[in-house]
């Protein structure tokens, strides 16, 4: 098989697991509480993190690293995974399946923003337009469709799903600064992010072991969206000539999503939804060719 099939095949691997997450993650929360479930899926990861560490013979590299790159990891961690899931899974817990996982869509937009105080970047006036639209679309998904009422289906949920995506931008600004092996990277951010949801569950109430579907449910989104898919992901980038051609799959994991939802979940897909997240990605679309962001190097 060439380089860029095996990209193609890795990338669209992990589109499809990312694509069932919003239902992994609201028919997981029917059976546990939002903590619980970070806590369980987070050691699953740290886990699976781990053998993917030894099978590429990378399990070395923890060993040289310096405590200042460990001091980077445990700020990471407290991004990603702790406050990221523990607000992400808040906001599915409240919302609709469709709702929380497509607003979640809109942290490329958050990413552009941010990078104006933070990375001291200067935007366009049509780069600005497409943020423009791309909020539109979450006024449409958050008011179903009522945007001149401005009645919110859930204020805190909603709140809470655009939260999770200002954490995940600000770990990926920071994170692409680390120059370190992406999965040495990732296993360590996971186990700090493990040590911080035991002790906030420890100090709030103990520890409620996982049974059934909530098990199953932990398993699931620790192996896949927490472990496996990234690694997917790295895979496709490496064996692709740009990244560029497996880049512009993602897009298409916010609308598989939605269908999986009407089956696994049973929700009845809006119209709002479904409009709402066109106008998301028609502005996320729009600013990466107009005003792409230069990270630093």
């Known amino acids: 098989m060439k380089d860029q099939s095996k990209a193609y095949l890795y990338a669209i691997l992990a589109v499809l697991f990312w694509s069932t997450m919003s239902s992994a993650f609201k028919l997981t929360l029917r059976y546990t509480d939002h903590l619980s479930l970070l806590l369980y899926a987070s050691f699953f990861s740290v886990v699976v993190l781990l053998i993917i560490l030894l099978s590429q013979n990378k399990i070395r590299l923890l060993g040289i690293t310096s405590g200042r790159e460990l001091f980077r990891s445990a700020l990471l961690g407290l991004l990603n995974p702790f406050l990221y899931y523990v607000v992400l899974f808040k906001a599915y817990d409240l919302l609709m399946a469709q709702e929380a996982g497509t607003l979640n869509y809109i942290w490329p937009i958050v990413l552009v923003l941010l990078s104006i105080p933070i990375l001291k970047q200067k935007i366009s006036l049509l780069s600005f337009l497409a943020i423009l639209i791309s909020f539109s679309g979450i006024m449409v998904i958050s008011t179903h469709g009522r945007v001149l009422s401005m009645t919110f289906s859930d204020p805190l949920g909603v709140g809470l799903a655009v939260s999770s ?50 098990l199953l449910g932990s398993l699931y989104i620790g192996v896949f969206e927490m472990g496996i898919s990234f690694v997917f992901w790295l895979k496709a980038l490496k064996y692709s000539t740009t990244t560029a051609k497996v880049s512009n799959l993602i897009y298409l994991s916010p609308f598989i999503a939605l269908i999986i ?37």
């Open 165 to 214: 995506a200002v954490f995940w931008a600000l770990f990926f600004i920071y994170n692409v600064k680390d120059k370190r092996d992406e999965v040495v990277k990732v296993f360590l951010n996971m186990c700090f992010g493990f040590l911080y949801i035991l002790i906030l569950k420890l100090f709030i109430g103990g520890l409620e072991k996982p049974v059934g579907y909530a």
């Open 261 to 297: 939802i009407r089956f696994a979940v049973g929700e009845e897909i809006l119209i709002s939804t479904i409009a709402g997240l066109t106008l998301i990605v028609s502005g996320i679309v729009l600013q990466k060719y107009t005003d792409r962001i230069q990270l630093p190097k």
